[in-house]
């Protein structure tokens, strides 16, 4: 097994995948390594959703926006921030339980995402590539009646799983300093924001992409065309909307 | 450098450190390795505050409820969503930015919370040890006065990073069959509640936690003592606030 920051520098994510099974075996081992994860109180609030079937992916496929690797992984992962399984258990031994509200949520949520990550290290140390579904949180209203989750139990993160089918080139970073700070948050000037995305801005794949969305620099294409305003607030509302519907607003 | 599975299955919060500094060379390593993590549209949108100077851990400390790791580690990582830093680059370039919205803060707090479990594995693969502050959330409207952040910019995890004083007992976890389903959610029968938390409810470690919380149930003291509803009402209404001062909230 490589080194954890061969793994780690390395990595790239994976959205092609070979038509190969990922065992019972290599996903029990990742997940029982996973939830050894921190949580918050050691009250484990997160559930996670295991999907094989290919019948069950399909209703997923356009819940995630027809992303191809929702049927071709062989495993979906979907993390649930989850205190229903908890608030039981405190009814069941006399204890008046009080997670409905949303700081609740937001601490089964940290719960569930840093499980998450644990299980992308795990699965890429076993050779195994992974992505990300972001459109979790754009259609979590849908993925709750698909999936059946309770009151109680939010979706935050899905994870494509499988075996990578060639290794895609890396893509960039900002440099490090970019994202860290040193005591204090130092705000950054015009001539920080030109330095830091100065070479994402040069690269090949980056003119490509403003070229390929008739765009005339990099950031419209995020504002334009990738994470668009008026989607953001469509969305934002759906989310706040579950919150409420599964019994995280009441504060 | 032992074997990831090996790390991740024996881990242990540590709340104990060496008076032995982090070196500049193996936390940049960590961090380096940790900016490969997963990122919404590779947009990075987080910030990771460091904090090394005592005088600044002097007044984070009440902020973090005087847990004494905020002071005895040698570094402290403040994790951030961060759009601020986005958000320039794009009015620097001919862009509208949208990302003034719940669903851009929770993106923002997905990315900065898998970059922080990413950190915590890099840290525990060098010998370090990691504890994360819950507070964060609970007093991000003062964090954000220590830190000087801007709007566009949450806190929303910290960890406490250093060389262990020991190694405490492991802690116990529930059996793995209790925080997955299969295909759906399965939900949790009175008879499923009484088995997923019969051992934990058996250990000499929580009868004595009963005991010494004066509870009648291990759930009580979660309740009663730990995450109180009053509690969790109070600081939900204090984050909900911080997201909307800190521009969140326009949806």
């Known amino acids: 097994m490589k080194e954890i920051f061969d793994i780690l520098l390395n990595r790239r994510t994976i959205r092609n995948y070979l038509e190969k099974d990922v065992s019972d075996e290599i996903l029990h081992r990742i997940l029982s390594a996973a939830i050894r994860t921190s949580t918050t109180g050691n009250m484990q609030v997160y559930s996670i959703i295991i999907t094989r079937d290919s ?48 700081l609740s949520f937001f601490t089964a949520a940290i719960d569930a995402l840093i499980v ?28 709750i009646e698909v999936l059946n989750l309770p009151k109680g139990v939010v979706p935050v993160t899905t994870l494509t799983l499988g075996w990578p089918a060639g290794i895609p080139e890396q ?9 860290i ?27 490509k992409f403003i070229r ?12 334009d065309v990738r994470y668009r305003r008026e989607d953001n607030i469509h969305f934002s509302k759906l989310l706040l909307k579950v919150l409420k519907d599964q019994g995280f607003m009441n504060q």
């Open 55 to 102: 019948e069950k992916k399909k209703e997923l496929l356009p819940l995630h926006f027809n992303q191809k690797m929702v049927i071709e992984a062989p495993v979906l992962l979907t993390f649930c921030a989850d205190f229903n399984r908890f608030t039981k258990w405190c009814r069941q031994r006399k204890a008046e339980p009080g997670y409905d509200n949303f």
């Open 116 to 143: 998450a990550q644990t299980v992308c290290i795990a699965a890429e140390a076993s050779g195994l590539g992974i992505c990300y579904l972001g459109t979790t949180t754009y259609m979590a209203h849908k993925i």
């Open 171 to 179: 893509v960039d970073r900002l440099p490090l300093e970019a994202v």
């Open 181 to 207: 700070h040193h005591e204090t948050y130092r705000d950054y000037s015009s001539d920080d924001i030109d330095k830091i995305y100065h070479e994402k801005e040069q690269r090949p794949d980056s003119l």
């Open 212 to 223: 390929e969305n008739n765009k005339e620099t990099l950031p419209q294409v995020f504002t």
